[in-house]
């Protein structure tokens, strides 16, 4: 009997060996996934297995953890496996849409900066236009303004309502003069005032010298006329003696406050006295020359910027281009 126990467990004991060494692994054995748990060997399998006699109700409990344990290594390696071939399978398509990823990239063009060079062109090219285009509009619009000047001036009937009207003063010799004293001749016309400094002797001077130079160039006679704007101080001798300073055919004319105050608003001169000391006192006014045609209607006037050539070549060209 005791020779049966012992063989019985040097049976079980190499089988148990022989089981365990197939179960035993390097890793730690991972949970168990719901495959593992569908692929263990049912307890009938184990119960259909035949043991060796003697062996107890311990002995087959040992038996069947082995046989469990072999076959859930079993699963596990093969899921293992099966994870691996996965994950290679996946990686490889990664690798295959990542170099496809690239490819596609390269084929793209990479954009240096916030501004391509198509967009600064465009940039440069939009705002030479607008350079362009308000050059235009601004030399248009100086030409509009200048052509409208131009034909107020040259307008046949714009000068002559504003400009010029009757009047009636006193001559440097003393006697009464008007507008009508002056018809069919071309007439210049200055306002000023003898105690003046400086303004009024040049402009006269000027005014004397084209007159002079009209007369050689052209042959036509030209009548200067000097107009007070001071008849409180010019009187007929000052203005008399004043006049034979420039030319021997100015002729100067005076009158009352209310005469100059009305040959001045006809002209459209301004001047104002300036404060008084004593009797030494300034006059302000205007600094223009006044052409008149035959007819004594205003035809253009000249401003200080005009020299004696200039005053003579002007005057010429409006005689010659005068129409009545």
């Known amino acids: 009997m005791a020779s049966i126990i012992s063989r019985n467990t040097n049976s079980l004991r190499s089988l148990c060996f022989h089981t365990l060494t197939r179960c035993r692994s390097p890793l730690p054995s991972p949970p168990l996934a719901d495959d593992a748990l569908q692929h263990r060997p049912p307890l009938s399998l184990l119960q259909s297995v035949s043991l060796p006699k003697g062996l107890g109700t311990l002995s087959l409990a040992i ?44 084929g793209k063009s990479v954009r240096g900066g916030p501004v391509s060079w198509l967009s600064f062109l465009l940039l440069v090219a939009t705002g030479a236009g607008i350079v362009l285009y308000y050059d235009k509009e601004k030399k248009r619009h100086i030409e509009e303004i200048y052509s409208a000047s131009k034909e107020v001036k040259e307008g046949p009937g714009v000068g002559k ?18 507008e009508k004293d002056f018809l069919g001749k071309w007439t210049v016309m200055y306002f000023g005032f ?95 020359m006044y052409l008149m045609c035959p007819d004594m209607q205003f035809v253009k006037f000249f401003g200080k910027n005009n020299d004696a050539d200039s005053l003579a070549d002007g005057i010429i060209k409006e005689i010659k281009s005068y129409k009545k």
């Open 63 to 106: 038996y069947q953890k082995c046989l469990f344990a072999t076959s859930t290594a079993e699963t596990v390696n093969q899921g293992g496996e099966a994870s691996k071939k996965a994950g290679e399978a996946s990686s490889g398509k990664e690798d295959k849409s990542g170099e496809s990823h690239q490819s596609s990239d390269s």
């Open 161 to 178: 309502g504003a400009i010029g009207g009757p009047f009636n003063l006193i001559n440097h010799d003393g006697k009464n003069v008007t």
């Open 194 to 288: 003898t105690h003046c400094p400086d303004i009024c002797p040049e402009e006269l001077l000027k005014l004397a010298a084209a007159v002079d130079k009209i007369k050689q160039k052209s042959g036509i006679e030209i009548v200067p006329v000097f107009i007070s704007v001071d008849p409180e101080r010019d009187t007929v001798e000052q203005v008399g003696e004043y006049v034979k300073e420039f030319h021997l055919k100015l002729i100067g004319l005076t009158g009352s406050t209310d005469e100059i105050r009305n040959v001045a608003r006809a002209y459209r001169v301004y001047y104002m006295k300036t404060a008084e000391e004593d009797s030494d006192y300034l006059v302000d006014h205007s600094i223009v």
